[in-house]
């Protein structure tokens, strides 16, 4: 079967977990009504079910290819995007002085989640644009905002991320790409960078780079790091494309998945560009551009567990195997408890994942549209949620899809089913935009280096949740829901406490620990609002959300086991 937006549930989550109706009421997003979100996404649906899905299969076959030089794309890849970036959807939060639509996030995520799950290879292009949007929008002078967001934003150009180099992964300290200062203001940069995701292509007239470099006599490590804007040709005053600009697409990563989108090595040599905000600054820069790009992950996550569910579904009812277990059966695999069981995960994991991404979306939303106090916790609320939306998000991604290759059996190890591209393609999104094992140590770090308030916060929502479920005549959802969540909360008050290198050793059962205490808070609220819902939340609370009491126990338990084992315990004998 095909991708089939599923545009009811998306509605639902936002309306009955989230509260997104509330977006209307802020004078910033007076506009942003619940029926112009309706013509919105649907024009979106439209685009990911019939220009980017049916792409998916026949892109990863052809692949991007570097071809004397350049990168030819998958055909209909270039189409496709012209449709999306046409409908206006590649500059929805962009600001309307710069040629956008001024949206909110809340209405953009579930944009990107569809065409997420449509085609993820292509929908990695918008994504890493939008992303530069709001990193020139915040940052850069006005001469690049005026010549490049338009473009951007209309994609005309694409936008791309140049962190990583073959010595530097995670460890931008270790950046060595050089920016030297010349006569007219602008930068000549020289360095490799790899990993870089549509570093080159075909799909538009102009790309536009942002790459992270050393100017000359700067401070040591990431304090002496800045940003650059370096387009792919050099642009007239009109931002019409010039001369080519000094870069070369180096080769094309051979990947396990995303095949489709291609992943380059980078060289620059005297290459021009602009400085984009402060010099020595550009660690903010950069991580603007990057969380961004983290909850969009995030929500790459969702869109592969939606579209492993819906293909797993499909195949469960029409596959006739053995006897029925049950009496009114159909004869088909749907019908047997294990079947079952895989098939609820996928969608429990789907909705829990989906629920924390549009959260925080809708939080940082509100943040702008409110004011001093109030705008910082909803900040600090959309903060906290980043690393469980795009760690969670992308761990469920990963975990549909591997269920769905089961559910398939011995033909979802077959390419041609489809089940194994997307396991394939989800695979990396634990990996980028920072691992998960990062953004978990990001949750118990910097996230909680304000005492814990913004978790105790949310963890008093799930506390609501409760009360309402108990007044509704639900004790048994409720009492699960107050157990895993004061397992939590007494985690959270013991990381306090807790020497930084024993909160990394288990931040990883903490986070984990955490979205499965939002997943039973949201799914609650579900039914709580339509009974339709009773049945997912019912399996997760009962199956899922006690999972959460062994994980917050882990994440406190301290790094004395993982240290205790030495070499000898770490390999084989």
């Known amino acids: 079967m095909s991708y089939r937006a599923p545009l009811q549930d998306i509605a639902f989550t936002l309306d009955h977990m989230v509260g997104a109706r509330r977006l209307s009421g802020t004078a910033?997003?007076?506009?942003?009504?619940?029926?112009?979100?309706?013509?919105?996404?649907?024009?979106?649906?439209?685009?990911?079910?019939?220009?980017?899905?049916?792409?998916?299969?026949?892109?990863?076959?052809?692949?991007?290819?570097?071809?004397?030089?350049?990168?030819?794309?998958?055909?209909?890849?270039?189409?496709?995007?012209?449709?999306?970036?046409?409908?206006?959807?590649?500059?929805m939060t962009a600001r309307p002085e710069h040629g956008g639509l001024?949206?909110?996030?809340?209405?953009?995520?579930?944009?990107?989640?569809?065409?997420?799950?449509a085609n993820l290879s292509l929908s990695l292009a918008p994504l890493l644009a939008q992303g530069q949007i709001e990193a020139l929008e915040a940052f850069a002078p006005p001469r690049i905002k005026a010549l490049y967001l338009p473009k951007l934003a209309a994609g005309e150009w694409l936008g791309t991320m140049n962190l990583t180099e073959p010595q530097a992964g995670t460890d931008l300290a270790a950046i060595a790409t050089r920016a030297e200062p010349q006569s007219d203001g602008t930068f000549a940069i020289t360095g490799q960078k790899i990993f870089i995701t549509w570093g080159d292509h075909d799909l538009t007239e102009n790309i536009s780079h942002l790459v992270l470099a050393r100017i000359p006599d700067g401070p040591e490590g990431v304090k002496?790091?800045?940003?650059?804007?370096?387009?792919?040709?050099?642009?007239?005053?009109?931002?019409?494309?010039?001369?080519?600009?000094a870069i070369t697409t180096v080769s094309l990563e051979h990947k396990l998945g995303l095949r489709a989108s291609p992943t380059a090595v980078m060289a620059f040599q005297d290459a021009k560009g602009w400085l984009v905000g402060e010099a020595h600054g550009g660690i903010e820069v950069m991580f603007r551009m990057m969380n961004n790009a983290r909850l969009?992950?995030?929500?790459?996550?969702v869109g592969a567990a939606e579209r492993a569910s819906q293909k797993a579904l499909a195949y469960a009812i029409e596959r006739k195997q053995g006897a029925s277990p049950i009496a009114d059966g159909t004869g088909a695999i749907v019908d047997h408890a294990d079947v079952r069981r895989m098939l609820l995960t996928q969608r429990a994991l789907t909705a829990t994942a989906r629920a924390i991404c549009y959260d925080c979306a809708f939080s940082?939303?509100?943040?702008?549209?409110?004011?001093?106090?109030?705008?910082?916790?909803?900040?600090?609320?959309?903060?906290?949620?980043?690393?469980?939306?795009?760690?969670?998000?992308?761990?469920?991604?990963?975990?549909?899809?591997?269920?769905?290759?089961?559910?398939?059996?011995?033909?979802?190890?077959?390419?041609?089913?489809?089940?194994?591209?997307?396991?394939?393609?989800?695979?990396?999104?634990?990996?980028?935009?920072?691992?998960?094992?990062?953004?978990?140590?990001d949750l118990v770090g910097r996230k909680m280096a304000d005492g814990g308030t913004a978790?105790?916060?949310?963890?008093?929502?799930?506390?609501?949740?409760?009360?309402?479920?108990?007044?509704?005549?639900?004790?048994?959802?409720?009492?699960?829901?107050?157990?895993?969540?004061?397992?939590?909360?007494?985690?959270?008050?013991?990381?306090?406490?807790?020497?930084?290198?024993?909160?990394?050793?288990?931040?990883?059962?903490?986070?984990?620990?955490?979205?499965?205490?939002?997943?039973?808070?949201?799914?609650?609220r579900a039914a709580l609002a339509d009974t339709a819902w009773t049945p997912l939340a019912r399996f997760h609370l009962l199956r899922m959300a006690p999972q959460a009491i062994t994980e917050a126990a882990a994440g406190v338990a301290g790094g004395h086991d993982l240290y205790a084992a030495n070499a000898d315990a770490l390999g084989s004998r």
């Open 102 to 117: 001024g949206l909110p996030l809340t209405f953009a995520s579930p944009v990107n989640e569809m065409i997420a799950s």
């Open 224 to 245: 002496g790091l800045s940003v650059f804007v370096v387009p792919k040709f050099l642009p007239d005053a009109h931002g019409a494309p010039g001369t080519a600009n």
């Open 455 to 524: 978790a105790r916060a949310l963890l008093e929502e799930v506390a609501q949740t409760v009360r309402r479920a108990n007044q509704s005549g639900h004790p048994q959802f409720a009492n699960v829901l107050k157990t895993a969540r004061d397992s939590v909360a007494g985690a959270t008050e013991v990381l306090q406490n807790l020497p930084e290198n024993d909160r990394f050793a288990g931040a990883s059962h903490y986070l984990k620990a955490f979205a499965l205490v939002l997943g039973g808070h949201y799914l609650l």
């Open 28 to 91: 910033l997003f007076a506009e942003a009504t619940a029926d112009l979100r309706k013509a919105i996404l649907a024009g979106a649906a439209r685009i990911a079910e019939e220009a980017f899905a049916p792409l998916n299969r026949s892109g990863d076959l052809e692949r991007s290819e570097l071809e004397d030089g350049a990168v030819r794309t998958p055909a209909g890849f270039r189409d496709a995007l012209a449709a999306f970036a046409s409908g206006g959807f590649i500059g």
């Open 364 to 441: 940082f939303d509100i943040a702008r549209g409110a004011e001093g106090a109030e705008s910082d916790a909803w900040a600090a609320r959309g903060a906290l949620l980043t690393p469980i939306a795009k760690a969670y998000g992308t761990d469920a991604g990963i975990a549909a899809a591997d269920l769905g290759i089961q559910i398939h059996g011995g033909l979802g190890f077959i390419e041609e089913t489809g089940a194994a591209q997307i396991l394939r393609d989800v695979r990396v999104t634990s990996i980028y935009e920072g691992t998960n094992g990062i953004q978990a140590m």
């Open 296 to 301: 969009g992950v995030g929500l790459e996550g």
